[in-house]
């Protein structure tokens, strides 16, 4: 098995992955997940959700959201 992993400096995982050797990776999506993980550090309150780019709108998380996105 293969893992990727980014943990934020006080030590806290915040994506991990577990593939079969069989199963490829995408760098670039890694890339997108650290990136969103770094907008929401210092954007508290704001989610990015699926396919996020840098730049997009975010969201506020709310029960209204719940089944719409």
Known sequence: ???????????QIK?????DLGIGRDAL?????VKAAQYVAAHPGE???AKWQEGDATLAPSLDLVGKI
């Open 1 to 11: 098995l293969r893992g990727t992993f980014v943990v934020i400096p006080e030590g």
């Open 15 to 19: 994506v991990a992955e577990i593939h």
């Open 29 to 33: 999506e890694l890339l997108r997940k």
């Open 47 to 49: 989610v990015c959700p």
